[in-house]
């Protein structure tokens, strides 16, 4: 479950995974988009960090709610709105629970929602349906993450920015699933799912 | 890249400051954001607009009483954030709600999408009308579907006039859906457009080329061709506007010819006749013209024609008097 400790914790790891990974990201969407994923994850890490530091935070629906507003005024492009609404989705969402299942699912849904796009379309939903699936099953392990974000290699892109260049964006990773394996490794290495 | 600008990364800033303070009597800027907004704003639903910066007079130039109330401006050719349209809509929400209007690209959608939802947590009634009158091209670089180009004037027009007469949000968005339907424009480049932190022209046409159905940011159209005279041009893009119209004689249109921002007008009023004369001859009727630069795309040399097939209020809505800066 969430605690205000390890949510804190997680958007830290998550910032930190981001900023070593920062040229990868943005390498991986080179090929297949416009080539600033990384650099559009970093400002806005570090703006949620900066956010975190200078507002008041007391409940997890806080830390959710800044979080997302960091990330939408900083990230921009489609990676700003969707991982935005998945934050303001998951703060909605901890107003009636602090249990992880339902919190993740309510972060899918949003994202879904947002990007007109289900799993199987090469997109962040590619790392975050798999991820969730194996919360469900008491499954979650590093290897799962890493499988399903491997998975995107295989699947022509028919939503975002990978579509344009359809059958060609087989063979590449998805950079958002990529940069969602940080998410969910942080939610693990932050005691998130710990009983 | 040769261009009037200090730095590259702060174009949009300086513009925003410099658009606010040669129409001080006109708009003011929301503090802290990149929104600009109607001074004195009537009792009614507000209207917004914008999008990426680079298409002036777009959106801004057309704020005032009988069009916008506010207009969102974004990096060049970069949709705005959603706290900044949100900002925006609180700054103009008269109490009646807020119509977003919308060109239909995937970042602008799922933006302003956004800023809705954080608008109607704070009980902002909001409605979308999303435009998508670019006939060139289905599916491009950042859009699923049809663009949203210079077509968008006319929704901002119509539904300006719609909404200073007292129209809710619904109608409003019901009157849009069906303006969008009667609307389609194409066009033709002769040059590509320069983003200043590019640096660079995003696409290169060769001295004696032109490409038919470019959009606004340099996306790819349907065919490049050699340079050819302003009649044949002009056959080029009504016959692609007949065929999707499908017209009979004596139906009505407003039609637009907008420069893309590199064109003298001298040569859109020789295109516009040239269209004219066509379109007299296929025995359809305009009602309503304007020709000049409303939506465009930098430096970009070309044009783009729209037709809008009329209902007889919407061309007095055309024809009703605005205080904006480019209408």
């Not at chain 1, 379309?121 to 099953?137: F, N």
């Not at chain 1, 295989?154 to 969602?180: F, L, N, Q």
């Not at chain 2, 968005?173 to 457009?193: R, S």
Request: negative net charge; aromatic residues 6%; charged residues 25%.
């Amino acid at each position: 479950m969430f605690t205000v400790d390890n949510l804190k914790k997680t958007l830290q790891l998550f910032k930190e995974k981001i900023d070593q990974n920062k040229d990868y990201l943005s390498e991986l969407d080179t090929p297949i988009g416009d080539g600033d994923h990384g650099n559009n994850m970093a400002r806005g890490m570090e703006a949620v960090s900066e956010s975190l530091g200078s507002k008041e935070t007391e409940t997890i629906q806080d830390i959710f709610k800044v979080t997302a507003m960091a990330l939408i005024s900083k990230v921009g492009g489609a990676s700003g709105p969707l991982y935005g609404t998945a934050m303001m989705e998951m703060a909605k969402a901890s107003a009636t629970t602090a249990e992880a299942l339902p919190i993740l699912e309510a972060g899918l849904a949003g994202i879904e929602k947002r990007g007109n796009s289900k799993p199987g379309e090469k997109t962040m939903l590619d790392e975050w349906a798999p991820a969730i699936d194996a919360i469900k099953s008491d499954t979650l392990t590093e290897a799962t993450l890493k499988a399903a974000v491997e998975a995107t290699k295989d699947i022509a892109a028919t939503k975002g920015r990978a579509s344009y260049v359809g059958e060609r964006s087989i063979g590449h990773i998805d950079p958002g699933a990529m940069s969602s394996m940080y998410f969910f490794q942080s939610l693990m290495e932050a005691g998130v799912f710990d009983e | 890249m040769k261009k009037i600008i200090n730095q590259a990364q702060n174009v949009v800033p300086e513009m925003v400051q410099g658009f606010v303070r040669a129409h001080q009597e006109k708009v003011q800027q929301v503090p802290e954001t990149f929104v600009l907004k109607q001074k004195e704003i009537n009792k009614q639903v507000a209207l917004i607009s914008g999008g990426g910066s680079g298409h002036e007079p777009a959106h801004a130039g057309f704020i005032g009483s009988g069009m916008l109330q506010a207009a969102v401006c974004g990096q060049v050719f970069t949709s705005p954030t959603p706290d900044q349209i949100f900002e925006g809509i609180k700054a103009v929400d008269q109490g009646q709600g807020v119509v977003m209007v919308v060109k239909n690209y995937s970042g602008d959608i799922m933006n302003f999408d956004m800023a809705k939802d954080l608008a109607e947590m704070e009980e902002i009634k909001v409605g979308t009308v999303v435009v998508d009158d670019d006939i060139a091209v289905e599916d491009s670089t950042y859009t699923q579907g049809k663009r949203g180009v210079a077509g968008t004037v006319f929704v901002h027009k119509i539904l300006g006039a719609a909404a200073r007469n007292g129209a809710s949000v619904d109608e409003l968005v019901a009157l849009g859906e069906k303006v969008v339907k009667n609307l389609k424009t194409i066009g033709v480049a002769l040059t590509g457009a320069t983003v200043p932190e590019v640096g660079k022209p995003g696409f290169v046409l060769k001295d004696d080329e032109i490409e038919f159905g470019v959009g606004i940011h340099g996306e790819p159209g349907y065919k490049r061709e050699k340079i050819k005279t302003s009649k044949e041009m002009a056959e080029e893009l009504v016959s692609k506007l007949k065929v999707a119209f499908q017209w009979g004689k004596g139906d009505k249109f407003a039609i637009l010819i907008n420069g893309l921002g590199g064109t003298p007008l001298m040569e859109q009023y020789i295109f516009y006749d040239d269209a004219m004369k066509l379109l007299d001859a296929e025995g359809v009727e305009i009602s309503f013209s304007k020709v000049g630069n409303y939506m465009t795309s930098l430096e970009m040399a070309g044009l783009s024609m729209t037709l809008l097939k009329v209902e007889d209020d919407w061309v007095q809505a055309l024809n009703e008097e605005v205080d904006t800066v480019a209408w």
